[in-house]
């Protein structure tokens, strides 16, 4: 049997306070606007995914009848939490996001400062001869719950050393695997991997979950020398070998 919900008007003003569940998270209505015509409501979590208190801005329209989709209203559609309450939250979020803001600012500055120092490595230590680089790279896999699809970001770069070439090369890549404890399996057992199309990954050696574990591939130094994010790799491998 179907329960019924009373309906919230979308031109109610009878928003203060109420409560909201988003992916099985409750929030609360502290504060309400116009935009456009149309009302929106932020709504904060005393406790967010980094355990700080979080708010975002949302339409009301966007918001469903108890349990219809992943942003809905409570089920205690009579409950109301007390505008000091909402004040004394929508102040905490503020504050939360003013040390998320001076975080960031600070993790941009020392990531820049990083890149900056792998870009004088390169210019100090590539080869006049390198046309290429291998490089072993650790994956791990991000699932979305929502649509199954699993994608994968790159935890870790390690130099494993250079290239006359910058044509893709797998007893190349297999042979620098074999210098490099994680990855001396892929040596002999890596899966060679071509997807050299869009949105493929292109030429690398992985194991047997290309989403998750190290992998091994070439970049070229064709138009250059790399810079930024691309810089930034752990050389001790390369250098502990070259110096060897």
Not at 48 to 53: N, T, V
Not at 112 to 135: L, Q
Not at 153 to 168: C, H, I, M, Y
Request: hydrophobic share 30%; net charge neutral.
């Amino acid at each position: 049997m179907h329960t019924m919900f009373p309906t919230i008007p979308q031109d109610s003003p009878d928003y203060l306070g109420r409560l909201v569940i988003s992916y099985s998270r409750v929030y609360t209505v502290v504060r309400t606007r116009q935009s456009y015509g149309r009302p929106e409501l932020f709504i904060a979590t005393p406790e967010g995914q980094d355990g700080r208190p979080y708010g975002q801005w949302v339409p009301a329209h966007g918001i469903a009848e108890p349990y219809r989709t992943i942003i809905h209203w409570h089920p205690n559609t009579e409950f109301r939490e007390d505008q000091s309450s909402c004040e004394a939250l929508y102040q905490s979020v503020l504050q939360a996001d003013a040390i998320r803001a001076q975080e960031k600012a600070k993790a941009k500055q020392e990531r820049r400062e990083r890149e900056s120092r792998c870009e004088a490595f390169w210019k100090e230590h590539t080869p006049e001869w390198a046309k290429g680089y291998i490089v072993a790279e650790l994956r791990e896999a991000i699932s979305d719950i929502m649509t199954d699809y699993i994608v994968h970001r790159v935890t870790e770069r390690v130099l494993l050393g250079f290239s006359k070439s910058d044509r893709n090369n797998f007893r190349e890549m297999r042979k620098l695997a074999a210098t490099f404890g994680p990855t001396e399996k892929l040596a002999t057992e890596g899966e060679e991997n071509r997807e050299n199309y869009t949105g493929g990954s292109g030429y690398y050696l992985s194991g047997p979950y290309r989403h998750s574990g190290w992998t091994i591939r070439k970049e070229s130094l064709k138009y250059g020398l790399p810079h930024g994010s691309l810089a930034v790799l752990d050389f001790a491998h390369w250098l502990e070998n070259a110096s060897s």
